[in-house]
């Protein structure tokens, strides 16, 4: 039996999903759900409806679970929870901060309706916070590191899109090389958020445009740039194209800790990810996770979860014996 997909939002994040699921012989792509008009929206998948969002009310015998496409901000805070009564459903929501109150709003639409909720599938949070979970476990005493990059940021690139006279941007994150190298190197230095990253822009600026100003309103954006040592450089719109038209992205968790009756032997745990493409791999996580909100559902758990509550064998399309045999 497939596992029945359903997408909703058909942006970079709902294409690399389309893409994992091609990729699962367990899985079939059952429709995908957007807000535009549905014949503006041509997908990869040949027999596969595009439908508008409100046909969403008359699906749920038709899809064993949807996956949520949309943004952090504004999107998944509604949809989420507003899904989650009628469908198993997987999100990518990344606002840190907010995953508490997120987790319960989908936890009890969820329980009402005797589904399954996975919440914040990605890489970070998603695949970093289960290595956090992991090495802390091992490790109980010792000290955390998360570095990100080198990578394309799209939330910052949205921001300095913002500004008044810019036609386009890319914003790189950078760890410090000399932070990392402290890092793997088990010395445990305390570091800031100058100290960790450092985070740098490309800008098209439009025709005419004050671009000193500019770059001081970059360099000065609260909550996003101003922490950190930023450098902005001026691009062409054909320079822009040529030489950041992709969304890398990747960064690694570290934790160092140390064992024995008198602590004298130290460790350094690592994880890392250097990816091509930031909204493929996260879809790639999201279905995974959809294999294991379809599995958790049908034995009979309901309510949200996260990743850190996943079985790992249910993310993967193996047997148990298959695993067994080739991964244990």
């Known amino acids: ?6 997408i909703l939002g058909y942006g970079n994040l709902g294409k690399g999903v389309e893409s994992a699921v091609r990729q699962n012989p367990d899985m079939e792509l059952a429709a995908v759900f957007t807000r535009r008009s549905p014949e503006s929206v041509s997908i990869q998948t040949p027999g596969v409806p595009v439908l508008h969002v409100e046909q969403l009310e008359h699906m749920k015998s038709q899809i064993d679970v949807l996956i949520l496409c949309g943004g952090s901000a504004t999107d998944l805070p509604e949809q989420t929870p507003g899904y989650a009564a009628s469908y198993n459903v997987v999100d990518s929501f990344d606002t840190h901060a907010r995953i508490p ?30 290595n956090r979970l992991y090495a802390n476990a091992i490790l109980p005493e010792g000290q955390d590191y998360t570095f990100w990059g080198k990578g394309v940021s799209q939330g910052h690139s949205d921001a300095i899109r913002r500004i008044k006279g810019v036609a386009d941007a890319r914003q790189y994150t950078i760890p410090v090389p000399a932070a990392l190298e402290a890092v793997r190197e088990g010395r445990n230095p305390e570091l800031n958020t100058r100290q960790k990253h450092t985070r740098e822009c490309f800008v098209v600026a439009e025709e005419g445009a004050d671009k000193v100003r500019i770059e001081q309103e970059i360099k000065t954006m609260p909550n996003y740039f101003a922490d950190y040592d930023t450098t902005v450089h001026f691009i062409t719109a054909k320079e822009m194209a040529r030489d950041h038209s992709g969304l890398p992205h990747g960064g690694c968790v570290i934790r160092t800790g140390r064992t024995g009756i008198e602590k004298d032997h130290g460790h350094v745990i690592e994880y890392r990810l250097n990816l091509d493409s930031n909204p493929e791999f996260t879809g790639a996580v999201l279905t995974a996770c959809a294999r294991a909100a379809f599995r958790m559902n049908q034995e009979g758990m309901t309510g949200g979860k996260t990743i850190l509550d996943i ?4 993310l993967s399309a193996k047997s148990g014996e298959e695993l067994r045999r080739q991964l244990l």
Not at 1 to 6: A, D, F, N, T
Not at 106 to 126: T, Y
Not at 311 to 314: G, K, Q, W
């Open 1 to 6: 039996m497939s596992i029945r997909i359903g």
């Open 101 to 130: 109150e997120h987790f319960a709003a989908v936890d009890a639409a969820a329980r009402a309706g005797g589904k399954v909720g996975i919440i914040s599938c990605g890489w970070d949070p998603g695949m970093f916070s289960l």
């Open 311 to 314: 079985p790992p064998s249910y």
